[in-house]
């Protein structure tokens, strides 16, 4: 064969196996089976799935046994959010309880692949994909880039325009609140703890993150960088720098800090806080956060430098912010992930629950998991403080709301507002829709698996039909159009329309999918090792007990002036405090003559 002819032969052999696609294409390896690709044909790595055959569907005698006597998600969903006095006797039992909280920790970060394995840019495993940490990990794989369908091979040769979709099932006709009463003071605390770990570098692309501590470290806080932490660094007694106001303290501004900030140009120098987060003048109920945790940083310095008079500046500082983050983490564990279970189950931080089971200290914190964290829905249509109704107009980029009511008057409004419910469709605000827009398109970008395979890489099974996902007929209909197949529906989109588990704000998908990333975040936290879960990490007793009695409540009256108000993520009365239902399209037209939609994408290129 001379070259010519070889290099056509070649051709037309690459033009065949493209022409039937890759066969990984279809999935074809089931139970977390690894798929490679060998020309047209395909091999499945079954190793250690507990399953056996050409595409890992053939389970072993023990792995039939166990799928036998598992519980399907829904069932523990149900027997957890219901028997209550049942509950109350188990909660009251340590051993049992403890018991419990180390089962809950186990099964849901057996989950998670770590040391994690790959990320938007291979979907094979090697040590680039491994050890670069600018790239958020992948819970699956991107799909092959020669498939016949977007999806795989099922589903339309098209995905749906993203704004088509997102005006058709995501955005939101009238405000629907949250059964579960979660409050706004929820919502915001949300938002502010989790864009510590979720910070995607567009600059680099969706694929990219900025947080390469990939969890809860504060950095939000502190700053990203040892430049930027410098910066808003007092450098004495272990302090951040601040300014008193109206007799109390806030954050320093831009300008005294040097710090960068995103804020449009008409804002006063004066209204430019300077803090960890670059972003967080967006929205003043994350502007509200970040002083509480400032204030609170100063405050812990203060009482480590009565134990420890002899610490330097360096000292405090750091012990302080390994105290803040154990809080952090109480906090989330006991109160935040508390409240959105539902569970009246009483969940444990208890770091020692693990020091006898397999589990790895380290976290890499995955892009499906910022995926599925986009909440928007929780945002409500306008925002109370005090007597005053903010739209997003008036809302966004508006420290004046933080100085004028102050962080009291704003924890007790926000308390009793009540948040949207995340899935069951349509809820996203309009003035937000966008971002919605831009979150399918990063996703299409990324080649995100579809819905139904996650949930079958988190143990559930498949929806069989659109009604199935959302439980009723009109949204199931225009999502058939759309998609063709329900195997071909997305993994955002899908999350958004999913029906909700009775009175709840979340489907299954989005609890299933989401609580493992989240508890192996949390406990994958060095502070949560042995060596380091000890009262002497925390500068003693002392601030070991910060940490272990750190709760929502604690930490708003550690950090208010005058009687503290109450702090929660659940609104208190609902009957009296849930909103007149407003019917978004009316309520938003009125007085808007620029679009808030504009003011705030001119600004988020950097968020
Ligand atoms: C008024 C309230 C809010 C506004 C104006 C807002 C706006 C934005 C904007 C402009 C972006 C960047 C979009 C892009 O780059 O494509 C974003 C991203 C994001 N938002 Fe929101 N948001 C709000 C509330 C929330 C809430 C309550 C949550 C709940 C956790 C949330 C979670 C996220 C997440 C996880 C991202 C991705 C961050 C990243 O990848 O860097 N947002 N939001
Ligand atoms: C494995 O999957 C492929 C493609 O989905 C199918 O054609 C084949 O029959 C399956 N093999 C077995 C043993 O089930
Ligand atoms: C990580 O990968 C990106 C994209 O290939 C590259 O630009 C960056 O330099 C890598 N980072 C490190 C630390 O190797
Ligand atoms: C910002 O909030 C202040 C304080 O409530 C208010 O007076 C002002 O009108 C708001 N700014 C805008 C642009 O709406
Ligand atoms: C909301 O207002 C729009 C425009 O005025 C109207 O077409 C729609 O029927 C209203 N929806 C509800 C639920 O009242």
């Given at each position: 064969?001379?070259r010519?002819?070889?290099?056509?032969?070649?051709?037309?052999?690459?033009?065949l196996?493209?022409?039937?696609g890759?066969?990984?294409c279809?999935?074809?390896?089931?139970?977390?089976?690894?798929?490679?690709?060998?020309?047209?044909?395909?091999?499945?790595?079954?190793?250690?799935t507990?399953?056996?055959?050409?595409?890992?569907?053939?389970?072993?005698?023990?792995?039939?046994?166990?799928?036998?006597l598992?519980p399907s998600?829904?069932t523990v969903?149900?027997?957890?959010?219901?028997?209550?006095g049942f509950?109350?006797?188990?909660?009251?039992?340590?051993f049992?309880?403890?018991?419990?909280?180390k089962?809950?920790?186990t099964s849901?970060?057996?989950?998670?692949?770590?040391?994690s394995?790959?990320?938007s840019d291979?979907d094979?495993k090697?040590w680039?994909?491994?050890?670069?940490?600018?790239?958020?990990t992948?819970?699956?794989?991107?799909?092959?880039?020669?498939c016949?369908?977007?999806?795989?091979v099922v589903?339309?040769?098209?995905l749906p325009?993203?704004?088509?979709l997102a005006e058709k099932?995501?955005?939101r006709?009238e405000?629907i609140?949250?059964?579960?009463g979660?409050s706004?003071?929820?919502?915001?605390?949300a938002?502010h703890f989790?864009?510590?770990f979720?910070?995607?570098?567009?600059k680099k692309?969706?694929?990219?993150?900025?947080?390469?501590?990939?969890?809860?470290?504060?950095s939000?806080v502190?700053?990203?960088d040892?430049?930027k932490?410098?910066?808003?660094?007092l450098?004495k007694?272990g302090?951040?720098?601040?300014?008193?106001?109206?007799?109390?303290?806030y954050p320093?501004t831009?300008?005294e800090?040097?710090?960068?900030?995103?804020?449009?140009?008409h804002?006063?120098e004066?209204?430019?806080?300077?803090?960890g987060h670059?972003?967080?003048?967006l929205v003043?109920?994350l502007?509200?956060y970040?002083?509480?945790?400032?204030?609170?940083h100063?405050?812990?310095c203060?009482?480590?430098?009565?134990?420890?008079?002899?610490?330097?500046?360096?000292r405090?500082f750091?012990?302080?912010?390994?105290?803040?983050?154990?809080e952090?983490?109480r906090?989330?564990i006991?109160?935040?992930?508390q409240?959105?279970?539902?569970?009246?189950f009483?969940?444990?931080?208890?770091?020692e629950?693990l020091?006898?089971?397999?589990?790895?200290y380290q976290?890499?914190?995955?892009s499906?998991?910022?995926?599925?964290?986009?909440?928007?829905?929780?945002m409500?249509?306008t925002?109370?403080v005090?007597e005053?109704?903010?739209?997003?107009k008036?809302?966004?980029?508006?420290?004046?709301?933080?100085?004028e009511?102050?962080?009291?008057?704003?924890v007790?409004?926000f308390?009793n507002?009540?948040?949207?419910r995340?899935a069951g469709?349509?809820n996203?605000?309009?003035?937000?829709?966008?971002v919605?827009?831009?979150?399918?398109?990063?996703n299409?970008?990324?080649?995100?698996?579809?819905?139904n395979?996650?949930?079958?890489?988190?143990?559930?099974?498949?929806?069989?039909?659109?009604?199935?996902?959302t439980?009723?007929?009109?949204m199931a209909?225009l999502?058939?159009?759309?998609y063709g197949?329900?195997?071909?529906?997305?993994?955002?989109?899908g999350?958004?329309?999913?029906k909700?588990?009775?009175?709840?704000?979340?489907?299954?998908?989005m609890?299933?999918?989401g609580?493992?990333?989240?508890l192996k975040?949390?406990m994958?936290?060095p502070?949560c090792?042995?060596?380091y879960?000890?009262?002497?990490t925390f500068?003693g007793?002392?601030?070991?007990?910060i940490?272990?009695?750190a709760?929502?409540?604690?930490?708003v009256c550690n950090?208010v002036?005058?009687?503290?108000p109450?702090?929660?993520f659940q609104?208190?009365?609902?009957?009296e405090?849930?909103p007149v239902i407003?019917?978004?399209?009316?309520?938003q037209s009125q007085?808007?003559?620029?679009?808030?939609?504009?003011?705030?994408?001119?600004?988020?290129?950097?968020?």
């Amino acid at each position: 064969m001379n070259r010519q002819t070889l290099s056509v032969f070649l051709l037309a052999l690459g033009f065949l196996v493209c022409e039937g696609g890759n066969p990984c294409c279809s999935q074809p390896c089931e139970n977390r089976g690894v798929c490679t690709a060998l020309g047209s044909d395909y091999e499945c790595d079954c190793t250690r799935t507990g399953y056996y055959g050409q595409n890992c569907t053939t389970p072993e005698l023990l792995t039939l046994i166990k799928v036998y006597l598992k519980p399907s998600p829904n069932t523990v969903h149900y027997l957890l959010t219901h028997f209550k006095g049942f509950w109350n006797i188990i909660n009251s039992i340590s051993f049992l309880r403890d018991a419990i909280m180390k089962y809950v920790l186990t099964s849901r970060s057996n989950m998670i692949d770590s040391p994690s394995t790959y990320n938007s840019d291979y979907d094979y495993k090697n040590w680039e994909a491994y050890s670069n940490i600018s790239y958020y990990t992948r819970a699956l794989p991107p799909l092959p880039e020669d498939c016949p369908t977007p999806m795989g091979v099922v589903g339309k040769k098209e995905l749906p325009d993203a704004k088509v979709l997102a005006e058709k099932l995501l955005m939101r006709r009238e405000f629907i609140t949250d059964p579960q009463g979660t409050s706004l003071m929820f919502g915001f605390f949300a938002q502010h703890f989790t864009h510590q770990f979720f910070k995607s570098d567009m600059k680099k692309g969706p694929a990219f993150t900025l947080a390469t501590g990939h969890g809860v470290d504060l950095s939000h806080v502190y700053g990203n960088d040892l430049q930027k932490q410098h910066k808003l660094r007092l450098f004495k007694d272990g302090k951040l720098k601040h300014q008193v106001l109206n007799g109390e303290v806030y954050p320093p501004t831009v300008k005294e800090t040097g710090v960068h900030m995103i804020y449009p140009p008409h804002i006063p120098e004066s209204q430019r806080f300077a803090v960890g987060h670059e972003a967080f003048g967006l929205v003043p109920g994350l502007m509200m956060y970040a002083v509480i945790w400032l204030r609170e940083h100063n405050r812990v310095c203060d009482v480590l430098k009565e134990v420890h008079p002899d610490w330097d500046d360096e000292r405090l500082f750091q012990t302080t912010r390994l105290i803040l983050i154990g809080e952090t983490i109480r906090i989330v564990i006991e109160d935040y992930v508390q409240h959105l279970s539902g569970y009246n189950f009483k969940l444990k931080f208890d770091p020692e629950l693990l020091f006898k089971e397999q589990f790895q200290y380290q976290n890499r914190i995955a892009s499906e998991f910022n995926t599925l964290y986009h909440w928007h829905p929780l945002m409500p249509d306008t925002f109370r403080v005090g007597e005053t109704h903010y739209n997003y107009k008036q809302f966004i980029f508006n420290n004046s709301v933080v100085i004028e009511h102050g962080i009291n008057k704003m924890v007790e409004s926000f308390t009793n507002q009540i948040s949207g419910r995340v899935a069951g469709g349509r809820n996203v605000p309009v003035p937000i829709l966008y971002v919605t827009v831009e979150t399918i398109e990063h996703n299409r970008k990324l080649r995100y698996q579809s819905l139904n395979a996650y949930r079958k890489r988190f143990n559930m099974k498949p929806y069989s039909s659109f009604e199935d996902l959302t439980g009723e007929t009109e949204m199931a209909a225009l999502l058939e159009e759309m998609y063709g197949h329900v195997d071909a529906v997305e993994f955002y989109p899908g999350l958004l329309v999913e029906k909700p588990r009775p009175n709840s704000i979340f489907g299954e998908t989005m609890v299933e999918v989401g609580a493992p990333f989240s508890l192996k975040g949390l406990m994958g936290n060095p502070i949560c090792s042995p060596e380091y879960w000890k009262p002497s990490t925390f500068g003693g007793k002392v601030g070991f007990e910060i940490v272990n009695t750190a709760s929502l409540q604690n930490l708003v009256c550690n950090n208010v002036r005058g009687p503290c108000p109450v702090a929660s993520f659940q609104v208190q009365n609902i009957k009296e405090t849930e909103p007149v239902i407003i019917n978004s399209s009316t309520s938003q037209s009125q007085g808007s003559d620029i679009n808030p939609t504009v003011i705030l994408k001119e600004t988020s290129t950097e968020l």
